[in-house]
């Protein structure tokens, strides 16, 4: 009875130090809206100059160094919650085929554990492509009639005198708008593709006088998204667990770009999209919070909560950035801002509704649990020890009238 009376109050300061952690991730939450709000503003490069621009940026730093407050000071006592010391943190070695990874310390519903991550493909990510056009050409400084075609809502004009190379050099240096990029070869005609992977990259092609494609209008089928089957260990030992992560789940969302139902991500590299086989790719150190919530050996449970550096949040979506990298000084800057926050966001959100869940759902379930146990063990003690006064006053009154 003893025990468990301290297993229910283990698992109320579980929930104590679980509400703090929530309280720091409410905060971390608040900051990051408001540096989207200044991410949104900044790409209004019509009406922002240079001294507004400044100014965000202003704001941004310190925004970042609110979190990175956050990050070293939210603690249980001398217990650090959000550093990283009591979450999962990955480590990619293997950064020619996977340039970054988020792991939130859940996979398949399981608390993963100190490991080596491998990954293999199951669906390989391929781009966009229109194919080599119909209008063909014999060599690169042919003649290109002249007239407009549209590529992804982008017009361009063609002159008199322009040749394919001039053409294809045109859409080149559009391609940061059209996400198309151009080539030719010599007797065929021009053929466009995609700059990114996956099924968010549609290549939609319009134009006047037959000019790359005999008139016609072009819409191919789109590129698929790369799936890849990731195996982590998990508690508890010798465990793994294995999750399927999706490319391309998101409205801007490149095919190399995959996440899992638990909230992790990973970003692969052309190099990694080409491999196959099982590979290992790095390993995820975890430093779980280990909570006693039984009043027997090995009735425990373990929870990863994540780090909240700037470092570490919003990876993956913009090459070797994060929150802590935000420049919205610039447009491409602002526009690739609204990106990282949006996925600091995402991952934000997984990760609470994973502490909100194993609060709610495992902890005070298991204090109402742990109460009805301890009434049932008292009532059972009471009944072994203390004695049962209706059957004792039964018995001395029936003594009492056989002496009278």
């Not at 198309?180 to 092609?205: E, M, W």
Request: hydrophobic fraction near 40%; proline fraction near 3%.
């Amino acid at each position: 009875i003893k025990g468990v009376q301290q297993a229910v109050r283990n698992s109320q300061d579980a929930v104590n130090m679980t509400k703090t952690a929530e309280g720091a991730l409410e905060e971390v939450s608040r900051l990051l809206l408001s540096l989207r709000a200044v991410a949104v503003g900044s790409a209004n490069t019509a009406v922002m100059d240079n001294n507004q621009l400044q100014a965000n940026q202003m704001q941004i730093r310190e925004a970042v160094r609110s979190l990175e407050r956050i990050a070293d000071q939210t603690a249980w006592g001398n217990k650090k919650l959000l550093n990283g010391a009591t979450g999962a943190v990955a480590n990619i070695t293997n950064t020619n085929l996977v340039s970054s990874a988020f792991f939130g310390g859940e996979m398949n519903g399981l608390t993963m554990r100190s490991g080596p991550i491998t990954m293999q493909q199951t669906t390989a990510a391929t781009r966009t492509t229109t194919g080599a056009m119909a209008t063909a050409f014999a060599n690169g400084g042919a003649a290109v009639n002249t007239g407009t075609f549209a590529i992804n809502g982008v017009s361009f004009s063609v002159t008199a005198g322009m040749t394919v190379n001039d053409v294809v050099s045109v859409n080149n240096q559009q391609s940061n708008l059209t996400n198309v990029t151009a080539t030719f070869t010599a007797g065929a005609g021009v053929t466009l593709t995609s700059t990114k992977f996956g099924a968010n990259y549609p290549i939609r092609y319009t134009e006047t006088n037959a000019i790359l494609n005999g008139g016609n209008p072009s819409t191919p089928a789109l590129g698929t998204n790369a799936v890849y089957n990731v195996t982590v260990p998990v508690e508890p030992n010798p465990n793994t667990a294995t999750e399927v992560f999706t490319g391309g789940q998101g409205p801007e969302t490149d095919g190399l770009t995959l996440t899992s139902p638990s909230g992790n991500r990973m970003v692969i590299t052309p190099a990694g999209n080409a491999t196959g086989g099982l590979t290992t790719i790095g390993s995820v150190n975890v430093g779980a919070v280990r909570f006693q919530i039984g009043s027997n050996a090995s009735q425990f449970a373990s929870f990863s909560l994540p780090s909240v550096d700037p470092t570490q949040l919003g990876t993956g979506v913009v090459t070797g950035q994060s929150i802590a990298s935000l420049d919205v000084t610039t447009e491409a800057g602002a526009t690739n801002a609204i990106r990282i926050v949006d996925a600091a966001i995402s991952q934000l959100a997984t990760v609470r509704g994973r502490l909100g869940s194993f609060q709610q759902n495992f902890l005070q379930s298991n204090i109402r649990s742990l109460g009805v146990a301890e009434e049932n063990l008292t009532a059972s003690e009471s009944l072994i020890r203390d004695a049962d006064m209706a059957a004792e006053m039964t018995e001395y009154t029936k003594v009492q009238i056989l002496r009278q």
